[in-house]
């Protein structure tokens, strides 16, 4: 966690950076991006994988919220789904 100060000064240097070179800070933006949708995607191929052995071994129950857990995780990368470059 930042103070209060340290919070402002990070937002000054961000904002200056974003005015003066905007194409460096649009490739920063970009990665940043990208990381977060190839870790959603990890997760549905993980949750993916689990869903039948948690059914099996720890019941439907478990199955069930793996299954919620898939859908809420599908619904979010169909949402984000024009923000992200699969690069």
Known sequence: MLSKEDQR???QITRHLRESDPRFFAR???RIRARRGRWLLLLT???WAALPAMTVLAGRTAGAMCLMAL???AGLMWHFRHRWRWR
């Open 28 to 30: 920063l933006d970009h």
């Open 45 to 47: 191929v993980v949750l």
């Open 9 to 11: 000064r990070f937002d």
């Open 71 to 73: 859908t809420a995780n």
